[in-house]
Antibody, heavy 123, light 107 residues
């Protein structure tokens, strides 16, 4: 069955770039035409959709983060990645990667999630 | 962005109770609404999609309704495993926005 796993540094310094990777197992990104997503959750707070990427590389970003976010896909590694630049303490959160329920819509509910990875922004 | 407002923020209930959580959208989203359950330290779990469709494997005591701007999640008879935080999410358009969450506590 399909599984997603986030990986990357758990601590990032202010003003630096946060980089995370989501590895997909049990299925192929390139043959399953989904908009794979990144969502985050600050400690004790709600969920925020960061952005999504299609297997071909087409992206949608949350306008509130758009100037700092890049999401890209590496189909050869069956991974998609998130970069968030110029981070501050407000970017401290659990970061999740997720797969939408349907491949027929650019925006959809997410039915498969990674376990999440905590990223702390601190010097 | 479409704003999603859930009520109440906290709900105290007992095992066996019927509970309802409401989610309102700042503009019409047709039925492009999902409900998730989240337990501490865990990823959200999809319960309901397209406002009223039950995700595979989710108990039938969970149900969703609504369209346009007003939606509800109902749990017909609370079980001990249901005490968690619940989020709605609209996916009518990007960015897909979430409600602020409803924490369901044991009375």
């Amino acid at each position: 069955q399909l599984q997603l796993q986030e990986s990357g540094p758990g601590l990032v310094k202010p003003s630096e770039t946060l980089s995370l990777t989501c590895t997909v197992s049990g299925g192929s990104i390139s043959s399953s035409h989904y908009y794979w997503g990144w969502i985050r959750q600050p400690p004790g707070k709600g969920l925020e959709w960061i952005g999504s990427i299609y297997y071909s590389g087409s992206t949608y970003y949350n306008p509130s983060l758009k100037s700092r976010v890049t999401i890209f896909v590496d189909t050869s590694m069956n991974q998609f990645s998130l970069r968030l630049s110029s981070v501050t303490a407000a970017d401290t959160a659990v970061y999740y990667c997720a797969r939408p329920r349907s491949s027929s819509r650019a925006a959809d509910a997410f039915d498969i999630w990674g376990q999440g990875t905590m990223v702390t922004v601190s010097s | 962005d479409i704003q999603m407002t859930q009520s109440p923020s906290t709900l105290s209930a007992s095992v066996g109770d019927r509970v309802t959580i409401t989610c309102r959208a700042s503009q019409s989203i047709s039925t492009w609404l999902a409900w998730y359950q989240q337990k501490p330290g865990k990823a959200p779990k999809l319960l309901i999609y397209k406002a009223s469709s039950l995700e595979s494997g989710v108990p039938s005591r969970f149900s969703g309704s609504g369209s346009g701007t007003e939606f509800t999640l109902t749990i017909s008879s609370l079980q001990p495993d249901d005490f968690a935080t619940y989020y709605c999410q609209q996916y009518n358009s990007y960015p897909g926005t979430f409600g602020q969450g409803t924490k369901l506590e044991i009375k």
